[in-house]
């Protein structure tokens, strides 16, 4: 079932079966607002903590929002002026999408959504639909010009924490990188072996757990290197509930996480961040030698599934 809804002030789409809801707002960035699993009353997505959400505008920041919901980072995660050729590109701070008005239609049992980009001469299309007890989600970006575009894209999911949740990274994850400073994990680029370190208090730093929300930190690191298996995820003990995430490895080579655990605004969330690019920014990621360009002409195409089981 589809139906149109009001969510929070906004236009929804709201897709339903037997196992799932989604909602779907295509004139905020085409965010995924919600999947809640019906029989077990669970809802995975951190929510907007406002009865309303306001609309950004391009180069917004993208703190000063909601910071909730399932929201794609394209064509960056971190604002960046970049000398590109004979041109100088303005990334806004987490992407052109998040701010996005969407033109929608409903196909079949999809809810289409198409977004021509104001910045760089690139059409943005993703597709939604429930299959079981998962929701799908394909992507077509297509380099609409003529020259070649360097560009990131990043599952920005903020899931909601709760302390004794486990974190399922991909197998043969061995070890992590820091990507931001941190009291615990100190200088951006220091590596640790994954699941357990010692942190810089000398104490165990579990990387497949999340902090309690009174520690007010926030953390964010990488898998170490390409993943080779497309599969992360979160078990909720208390719900008996566990989200897999499916993805493409040859198109979403990397993997980031994001952790506030009362460090932002009080929130607690968390976030497995699927990317082509290592890391944040197109210049981190071409110094890294880990940037994706996509030609004129071409399109991106990948698809992941999000799995409440």
Same mark, same amino acid.
């Not at 992507?139 to 003529?146: F, L, Q, V």
């Not at 994990?185 to 951006?188: K, M, Q, R, W």
């Given at each position: 079932m589809i139906e149109k809804i009001n969510f929070k002030g906004c236009l929804g789409i709201r897709l339903e079966n037997k196992f799932l809801q989604a909602v779907i707002l295509p004139y905020l960035g085409g965010k995924v607002a919600s999947l809640y699993r019906k029989d077990k009353t669970f809802e995975l997505l =951190?929510? &907007? +903590?406002?009865?309303?959400y306001r609309k950004p505008k391009l180069h917004d920041s993208f703190a000063d929002y909601d910071a909730a919901g399932?929201?794609?980072? =394209? #064509?960056?995660?971190?604002a960046d002026q970049v000398i590109y050729k004979k041109w100088s590109l303005s990334y806004p701070d987490h992407g052109e999408i998040?701010?996005?008005?969407? +033109?929608?239609?409903? $196909?079949?049992?999809?809810?289409v959504l198409t977004y021509q980009s104001r910045l760089f001469r690139y059409m943005y299309c993703k597709k939604l639909w429930l299959q079981g007890n998962r929701l799908c989600c394909e992507?077509?970006?297509? &380099?609409?010009?003529?020259e070649t575009f360097p560009c990131i894209w990043a599952m920005h999911c903020l899931i909601r924490c709760e302390e004794n949740m486990e974190l399922i990274f991909p197998q043969g994850t061995n070890h992590v990188i820091n990507v931001q400073t941190s009291d615990f994990?100190?200088?951006?680029g220091n590596v640790y072996p994954y699941p357990v370190a010692e942190d810089l208090t000398g104490q165990k730093f579990l990387f497949n757990k999340v902090k309690p929300v009174?520690?007010?930190?926030? &953390?964010?690191?990488?898998?170490?290197? +390409?993943?080779?298996?497309?599969?992360?995820? $979160?078990?909720? #003990?208390d719900h008996n509930i566990r989200y897999i995430l499916f993805f493409d490895t040859e198109k979403l080579p990397y993997l980031g996480f994001w952790v506030t655990a009362g460090g932002f605004r009080g929130d607690y969330n968390c976030?497995?961040?699927p990317t082509n690019g290592f890391y944040d920014n197109i210049e981190t990621a071409k110094k890294n030698n880990k940037?994706?360009?996509? #030609?004129?002409? &071409?399109?991106?195409? =990948?698809?992941?599934?999000?799995?409440? +089981?």
């Open positions: =951190f929510q &907007n +903590k406002s009865d309303t399932f929201d794609d980072a =394209f #064509p960056s995660i971190d998040w701010s996005a008005k969407f +033109k929608y239609s409903i $196909v079949d049992e999809a809810v992507y077509d970006i297509k &380099n609409t010009g003529s994990l100190g200088n951006i009174s520690s007010r930190i926030t &953390n964010k690191y990488y898998v170490l290197g +390409k993943i080779k298996e497309g599969t992360c995820g $979160v078990y909720y #003990p976030a497995l961040e940037l994706y360009f996509l #030609p004129p002409g &071409n399109t991106l195409h =990948f698809s992941l599934q999000m799995e409440l +089981k």
